[in-house]
């Protein structure tokens, strides 16, 4: 499964046509402790770059984006019955929701995750 990443901290893992997207370590870090997480309707056609959630922690609000064009094929219900799973496991139980795509140029345009951490300043 391939990652790559958006330059609003989310990850994307295609695995076919289907993505799984889920907030960086780098972003749940900033936030802090989640409390709070609104994910898109299963059904829902999201644009690339629209808004498909939101999360609150003790110190902000943020809006999640879509990092593709698709429709969502699945939401992770585990994060809106307890944020602390995407603190706790940002790219493993903490994923938010799951996006059948079909422009694979979308997906190239996607960060790797070398110039992810560029961006961040972060070094493995």
Known sequence: MEIRFTAEHEW???DGDIATVGITDHAQNALGDLVFVQLPEVGASLARGAVAGVVESVKAASDIFSPLTGSVVEVNTAIVADPALVNADPRGAGW??????????????LLDEDAYRRMTDETP
């Open 96 to 109: 938010f929701f799951k996006i059948k795509y079909s422009d694979r140029a979308q997906w190239d345009q």
């Open 12 to 14: 994307v893992a295609a």
